[in-house]
Structure formats: C-alpha cells, structure tokens
C-alpha cells in the first residue's frame, strides 16, 4: 500500500515551535534542574522579612521573660535584707495621696451640699443689679426687635436694711454690779481695752 501524502503544514509547525505553548515549555525547561544537579527550597523575600521579624520578636519576648524571672533573684554573693518595710519617700508619696483623695472627696461633698444654695445666691445677685427677665424670654424679645424694660425697685427697699445696720453699730452692754462696782471705773477700764465705741454703760 503505497504512503499517503502528508502535506506541509507551515502555520502548524509556527504554532509548535513559536506559540505560547512553546514558550511555556522554554520556560518550564529553563527552571527545571539538569540531571546531578541539586536544588534547595528558597523562601521569597518578602516571606524571608516577615519570617525574620517574627523570629527577633520572639528573641526579645524571651529576653524580657527572663529578666523579670531573674529580677526578684538574688545574684552570686548578693545579700537582700529582710526589711518589709517600704522607703521612707513611699510612705510619704502614700500620705500625700491619702490626704489629697480625702480632701477631693470632702470638697466634692460640700460642693453637691451647697449647689442649689450657690444657684440661688447667684440667682439673686444678677436680679439686684438688674438681670430680671428670663433668658428664653429676652432672647425672643430681642429677636422679634422689642425692648425689654426693666424697673430696678429692689436696691431701695436693700438700702433701708443697710443703712439701717450702719446707724445700729451691734456693741457690748455693760452693767456693773456688786463689789464696788462703778460705771466710773468700769466703762473707761473697757474702753481701753475693746475698740472704739463697742462699751457702752447699760444705764
């Protein structure tokens, strides 16, 4: 039987030698090991850093165990005291601190005691000098573009207090009686003793 005509295929042979499948075996080839030859396993790099950082925390992590386990210890010929008994600036630091939580707390005591009383007082100072409408209320006023008027009566009626305390200065009564007792004696001796104008005879 006679061999059949096999015809030339030109884009065929392209394919095989020059194509992409080519190339992958070229490569494929160019990495593979020639026959005795030994290869070792090599970690990329930026595997290799991280490994490697890994690797030197873990170093220092152990290092700083053993430095708090030998701290306590005594060394070679090294003798601790058995003295308890912390420093003489320890024990002050601690009273220092002592003292100042118990004077917060006492003034975060008075302060809750005394707030509503403060506020009222406070209250009361801003309405004698003349503060007396309500802030929402002159607020409003004074947007919409209308007065707020304030008759201030109050400083009057606190003067007739006042003045009233300055005329009646507060002072001592002295009423000499018995062992010959004198208002002649007594009221001079006084006065020299005790500021000006604070004796006066109960007579």
Sequence with gaps: MPPKHIKFDLEAVRKVTMGPEAQGRKAHNQHRPQPGEIRTAETPPPERDRLDRALSRAHEASLSQQELAAKDKPRAGEIFSASTEPPDE??????????????????????????????????????????????????????????????????????????????????????????????????????????????????
């Design 90 to 203: 320890e024990v002050k630091r601690e009273a220092v601190r002592k003292f100042l939580q118990l004077a917060v707390e006492r003034f975060k005591l008075a302060a809750e005691a005394t707030a509503a009383s403060r506020a009222e007082a406070l209250d009361d100072l801003e309405f004698r000098i003349g503060k007396q409408w309500p802030a929402d209320i002159e607020k409003q006023r004074t947007i919409d573009g209308r007065p707020c008027l304030t008759m201030n009566r109050l400083p009057q009626f606190i003067r007739q207090v006042t003045n009233e305390q300055r005329q009646q200065r507060p002072a001592i009564q002295v009423n000499p009686v018995g062992d010959g007792a004198d208002t002649d004696i007594t009221i001079p001796h006084l006065s020299s003793v005790l500021p000006l104008g604070l004796a006066t005879g109960g007579f």
